[in-house]
């Protein structure tokens, strides 16, 4: 196989073989930009070359035949001794791994040709500090000495000339620097810096490879999921030199404004210097738009190319670029990285030009960018230096009281008081202060700590890992870069950065949620562009989608804000949330009940309540499918804690007084109904089987608001859901009661009240046994969170933090399986659910109302699956919504 290419020979699309660096070289080369020329070693060589250790068979000569080719066309020969050709050895795997494998620069310099080089140039200067350059990066890439041994002869040498920078070395001094690091790799190695241009060569060729392996890169593609088994292409390049003088330089570009997204050139740009001291921050770069002043020629080209290059990849590019005394070289581009708002605005500002089809406008942007955009931010005119920096491990912003414990987090809140967590790092203990406070912020752990995974768990601001903070617990304070912030004391936490402020900054709601709020509709303000940007999607999204988007919502106010957003209704309204408040008592006297008649009373007195309920919802919601659940959870959630009841009772009697009455009867009921597992006992569709009227109450309230919207010439469109359904046989005794309960009240009423009933598929039996469910049930729902529980056996409200951090660090699971859908396990019983339900009945409606119909990554699962729609959290809405719609492209 042919393991080398010549970039006249490779493209754009063949960067499997030739890593993104070398395909786009290639590109370039094609589009009849300025590149050096140069060959690419394919990522199979290095394949090969790290699984036997040895180069693949016939590499060299392969090597060695292109080389000459550009040996002839550049007149000189590698390392000539009067006028030498050098190169560049590149790294360049497949997906950009910025910074994390080696380069080797000036290969073919030696004790001779670096005279050739200094007549040739007509500057000594610049030849000793090209072969300075490639002592130093030899040294430590390709013989493993210390790179700091290098830097810090450097510097010892700047100091004793009082040079600033290195810019202030002159010839001689360089000359001095080389001698020393070439005594500093004998001493260090053992062996001599090699004079042999084609050793020099081979040997950083395989530095390359094996920089595959390197600890930088191996943990950059663990954190970012590139595959281990790839390899890098090596690209050996033509060397052009931005370090010849004045007229000289090497800078950065980008295409647009990665942060906004606006149009015109952005980047950075380094007279006098190689393209590695840009990065690598040795002098300061100035702004690009000042080489307009410095070399206005290379300017207007080094724009017409990066126009030519955008125009070319239909998308933000990247670029490297090198000033050779007033000549241009692009030596590098790559479709650029962006934040979330400049990805909406560039994908919709290409889509109107006609650029990129509105399809592939989609595929540019996703979910979790839309999410970003929809929190509120720190006012970017008010962020200053922060106090400390960590990792950005749960968006948005938030203000409030350092707190240092949990206990005093919750105290705090209690009082009306926002805090911030600040821990060393959090353990399961610290929950309750983790749920008080508005963020949580800790000096030690990952992405995968435990503070981390619960506060992205509960959509809380985090950053972790702040490693500049001193957290002393006892002493109630931390300190950071000098300053000592004090418990109580005001700091500002940047989820979204990653960065801590002292004091309050301002926050700015985010336009984007303006927008939402507003109903689509244009605001009055003048837009910012992100949003019309957001908007043009949103408009493709939802023409093209073929999934429904519904909101959980259980209240008026939340079904009208679901509907702003987008909700085509609501996919799951609880019930149990209308039993709780100023309620509970008749929910006690239900539950307390000693005879049909005190039941019968509670039931009816309830009974009004719920309909009220029902009707604003169904207004709210006119004209959309409203799914109501009749009540899950078990009763003992309605009751006061059994702990607290015992000792009030007891305190009584230590008083020698009796205790209330309503006290001990509540006790009593409490023991009667404690479980051990209260997940997996009474509830759901057992209590309506157990609890007499219970079904009769909740379906009497829908049917009758449903009569009263009719009559107010409404449209209401309930359903009615049961959940925690195992067998058919539990549906169809309920079911039985709905449908005889909804023909009493058409009777009564006058009006229809016929309701679609159907079931939620949350337990593993009843996936199993879809087809049966089926015969009672015009509609299935996924409980993706109890199915995600029963199916794996975990409980939610414990495993996330007891044991979720060790699994994710351990690599059990990538993501938490009550984040995004478990394929393998619980979807394979959704899917089981889908074929089989539909077997049954053809035209079975099926959503899913789980915390995962909001998760992007499990939107595209259930649109594969076939479901009809998903249905999440309001402000999940217009993420889903955009995920169908990049589902179905
Ligand atoms: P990375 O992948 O880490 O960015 P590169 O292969 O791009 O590494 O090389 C680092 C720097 O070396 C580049 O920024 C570029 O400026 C410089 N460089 C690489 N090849 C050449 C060359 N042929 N001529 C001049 N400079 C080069
Ligand atoms: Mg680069
Ligand atoms: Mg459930």
Avoid at 87 to 103: C, D, H, I
Avoid at 531 to 553: C, E, F, I
Avoid at 717 to 727: F, G, K, N, Q, W
Wanted: hydrophobic fraction near 40%; proline fraction near 5%.
């Amino acid at each position: 196989a042919r393991h080398v290419y010549d970039f006249t020979e490779g493209g754009r699309e063949m960067a499997g073989q030739l890593g993104g660096k070398g395909a786009n070289l290639a590109e370039m080369t094609r589009m009849g930009l300025p590149v050096p020329p140069g060959l690419t070693i394919t990522t199979e060589a290095c394949r090969t070359f790290l699984a036997t250790g040895e180069e693949p068979e016939g590499l060299s000569q392969e090597v060695a035949r292109h080389l000459a080719v550009l040996e002839k066309a550049s007149g000189r020969r590698l390392g000539q001794p009067n006028d030498p050709l050098l190169l560049s050895v590149r790294s360049g795997a497949r997906f950009s791994m910025p910074g994390m494998m080696e380069t080797i620069l000036d290969i073919g310099l030696n004790d001779q040709s670096v005279g050739g080089l200094a007549k040739v140039s007509r500057q000594d200067r610049f030849a000793w500090d090209s072969y300075r350059r490639l002592v130093q990066m030899f040294g430590s890439t390709v013989m493993g000495v210390d790179g700091r041994l290098f830097e810090d002869a450097l510097a010892r040498l700047k100091e004793s000339r009082h040079a600033p920078d290195d810019l202030h070395l002159d010839a001689t001094d360089l000359a001095e620097l080389v001698d020393t690091y070439q005594k500093l790799i004998r001493r260090e190695t053992g062996e001599e810096f090699p004079q042999h241009p084609t050793e020099q060569l081979h040997r950083a060729i395989r530095a390359v490879f094996e920089s595959w392996n390197g600890e930088r890169a191996r943990i950059y593609r663990l954190r970012e999921h590139i595959p281990d088994d790839l390899g890098t292409a090596v690209n050996v390049q033509t060397m052009v030199f931005g370090n010849l003088g004045p007229d000289s330089g090497s800078g950065v570009a980008f295409t647009r404004d990665p942060a906004t997204g606006r149009p015109g050139m952005y980047g950075d740009y380094l007279p006098n210097a190689q393209g590695e001291d840009v990065v690598a921050g040795i002098r300061n770069a100035v702004p690009l738009n000042e080489l307009e002043s410095l070399d206005p020629y290379s300017y207007r080209q080094l724009r017409d190319h990066l126009r030519t290059l955008e125009a070319h990849y239909r998308d933000l590019c990247d670029t490297e670029f090198t000033i050779e005394r007033g000549k241009l070289w692009m030596l590098q581009t790559r479709i650029g990285k962006r934040t979330a708002e400049a990805a909406f605005t560039i994908a919709a500002e290409l889509m109107d030009q006609d650029l990129i089809t509105p399809d592939e406008a989609l595929a540019r942007v996703n979910g979790d960018g839309l999410a970003r955009l929809m929190f509120p931010r720190f006012d970017t005119t008010a962020v200053g230096t922060p106090l400390a920096r960590g990792i950005p491990a749960s968006p948005g912003a938030a203000v409030g009281a350092a707190v240092f414990d949990s206990a005093e987090a919750v105290r705090r809140a209690a009082a009306g008081e926002k805090v911030v967590l600040v821990r060393q790092e959090t353990a399961p203990q610290d929950l309750p202060g983790m749920v008080a406070a508005q963020a949580v912020l800790t000096s030690r752990g990952g992405k995968t700590s435990h503070a981390a995974v619960v506060a992205r768990g509960m959509g809380k601001v985090c950053v972790c890992g702040a490693e500049e903070l001193t957290v002393n617990p006892e002493a109630r304070q931390f300190t950071a870069n000098g300053t000592t912030v004090t418990e109580g004391s005001v700091i500002s936490v940047d989820g979204s950065a990653g960065a801590v402020h002292l004091g309050a900054l301002p926050l700015v709601d985010s336009a984007v949620m303006k927008h939402f709020e507003a109903a689509g509709r244009r605001p009055d303000e003048p837009a910012q562009q992100v949003v019309g940007a957001v908007d043009r999607m949103m408009t493709h999204a939802d023409s093209v989608r073929r999934l429904g988007v519904r909101a959980n919502a259980d209240t008026p106010e939340d079904a009208a804000r679901a509907r702003r957003f987008g909700a085509e209704g609501i996919g799951l309204c609880r019930t149990e949330h209308m039993f709780l408040g100023e309620r509970h008592h008749l929910v006690e006297a239900m539950i307390l009940a000693r005879t049909d008649t005190e039941r019968d009373r509670a039931l009816k007195a309830l009974l009004p309540l719920q309909r009220e309920d029902f009707v604003g919802i169904l207004a709210a919601m006119d004209g959309l499918p409203v799914t109501i659940r009749l009540l899950d959870p078990p009763l003992h959630e309605f009751l006061p804690d059994r702990t607290e009841l015992a000792v009030r009772i007891a305190a009584a009697e230590a008083h020698g007084d009796t205790p209330d009455a309503h006290d001990t009867a509540l006790l009593a009921a409490v023991n009667r109904m404690h479980e051990e597992n209260p997940m997996l006992g009474l509830r759901g569709v057992r209590l309506g089987l157990v609890v007499p009227g219970l079904v009769t109450m909740q379906v009497r309230a829908i049917a009758e608001a449903v009569a009263e919207r009719r009559r107010a010439d409404g449209d209401p469109h309930a359903e009615i859901m049961v959940p925690l359904v195992d067998t058919v046989e539990e549906l169809r005794i309920v079911r039985a009661e709905v449908e005889r309960v909804l023909a009493e009240v058409a009777e009564a009423t006058g009006m229809p009240v016929d309701c679609p009933v159907g079931t939620m598929i949350e337990l593993p039996r009843a996936a199993l046994t879809a087809g049966r469910i089926a015969q009672e049930a015009a509609f299935f729902s996924f409980g993706t969170n109890d199915l995600t529980q029963t199916t794996w056996g975990f409980s939610r409200d414990d495993v996330e933090a007891a044991f979720f951090p060790a699994y994710l660090e351990q690599g059990i699971f990538k993501v938490s399986p009550f984040e995004t859908i478990d394929r393998e396990g619980v979807g394979r019983l959704v899917e089981i659910a889908v074929t089989e339900g539909r077997a049954t009945r053809p035209d079975l409606k099926i959503g899913v109302c789980g915390e995962h119909g909001g998760d992007p990554e499990s939107v595209h699962f259930f649109h594969g699956a076939g479901l009809d729609y998903v249905s999440c959290s309001p402000f999940r809405v217009p993420v889903a919504r955009l995920e169908a719609g990049r589902a179905a492209r």
